[in-house]
């Protein structure tokens, strides 16, 4: 079946730390995207890989397709950065995206 | 820069009433989304929308719903006779390329 798993569920922070948020999936992605979802709803793409390695600003987005295995992590951490960050795949042979549960990232000032 | 904008941004109903949803894409999207998210609960696909017809749709997708491009610039939503567990956020996306979503900022539905 086509999953994605994202861990950990909630993590709260405090200002500057380093953040990592895992999300794994089943074996034969196309694409992943890393998403952010702000307290009022909206949601906003962050990255979409399928291979290596992308950054923008203090965000930096891995992929491990061998290993079935994404990270995002936040440098530098702000209390702004507090929302929920959503993994989603696409699977060859299939349009839709299948979302992860999300993490609640909370950065405390 | 352009975006995709969803209206209206709230919508309250009656068990049984028919929904419109309306969502205006970037103008050069070619690919079309409607993703549904109940409170607490992970966003979930409902449809897929590309050259004028469905290109794919989740088991949560049945008879009660339809999709329309009627203009060329809106697509909607339709529900057609609303249930309680209809209540939820729904996004709209779309994209020039399949992998590439952009998504609108939702319209929550809350059927009463």
């Known amino acids: 079946k086509n999953e994605v798993e994202q861990s950990p569920q909630n993590l709260t922070a405090q200002e500057g730390e380093f953040i990592t948020i895992n999300c794994s999936y089943s074996?034969?992605?196309?694409?992943l995207h890393w998403l952010q979802q702000h307290p009022g709803g909206g949601i906003v793409s962050l990255f979409m890989l399928s291979s290596g390695k992308k950054k923008h600003g203090r965000l930096i987005a891995t992929i491990n397709i061998q290993e079935k295995h994404s990270s995002l992590h936040i440098t530098a951490s702000h209390p702004r950065d507090s929302a929920v960050y959503i993994c989603?795949?696409?699977?060859?042979?299939?349009?839709?995206?299948?979302f992860g549960k999300g993490t609640k990232l909370t950065v405390n000032p | 820069e352009p975006e995709v904008t969803q209206t209206p941004s709230h919508q309250v109903t009656q068990m049984g009433q028919e929904v419109i949803l309306r969502c205006v894409p970037i103008?050069?999207?070619?690919?079309f989304y409607w993703y549904r998210q109940i409170l607490g609960q992970k966003v979930e696909f409902l449809v897929s929308?590309?050259?004028?017809?469905?290109?794919?749709k989740s088991e949560i997708f049945d008879d009660q719903f339809s999709v329309e491009r009627p203009d060329g610039s809106n697509f909607t939503l339709k529900i057609r006779s609303t249930k309680l567990e209809d209540s939820a956020m729904y996004f709209c996306?779309?994209?020039?390329?399949?992998?590439?979503?952009?998504f609108g900022p939702g319209t929550r539905l809350t059927v009463l």
């Open positions: 989603a795949a696409y699977y060859r042979g299939s349009e839709k995206l299948v």
């Open positions: 996306a779309g994209g020039p390329e399949y992998n590439e979503q952009f």
């Open positions: 103008s050069n999207h070619l690919y």
């Open positions: 929308f590309y050259n004028n017809e469905i290109s794919e």
């Open positions: 074996v034969g992605i196309s694409a």
